[in-house]
């Protein structure tokens, strides 16, 4: 089992910038591939970003060149750096890891973290 803790949500105005971090613990691997998904109320998990074990990265549209997502696998740890955010960034931010590779679906991650709370004002 591998257990995932997500951190570093909050309430930022629209420009701001927030760091998440997801803490990986357990059956854990540096060749996880390791995915951020968010979900905003009423709507369906979205995905938004992943790792891959080699470092690998890809992004959704929406988000391409605002957010960084990044490992330390020395620390079990995914970041994911969020830069100009907008309101309709607006979700519950999840860490997700799957030991096989790298796919945007969310239906083949493995594991999830409870979420942390992102909450952009205009």
């Known amino acids: 089992q591998v257990q995932l803790v997500e951190s570093g949500g909050g309430l930022v105005q629209a420009g701001d910038s927030l760091r998440l971090s997801c803490a990986a613990s357990?059956?854990?691997?540096?060749?996880?591939?390791m995915g951020w998904f968010r979900q905003a109320p009423g709507k369906e998990r979205e995905y938004v970003a992943y790792i891959s074990g080699g470092g690998v990265t890809h992004y959704a549209d929406s988000v391409k060149g605002r957010f960084t997502i990044s490992r330390d696998n020395a620390k079990n740890t995914v970041y994911l750096q969020m830069n100009r955010l907008k309101p309709e960034d607006t979700a519950v931010y999840y860490c997700a890891a799957r030991a096989a590779a790298w796919t945007t679906s969310a239906a083949l991650y493995n594991y999830w973290g409870q979420g942390t709370q992102v909450t952009v004002s205009s």
């Open positions: 357990g059956r854990t691997s540096s060749s996880y591939s």
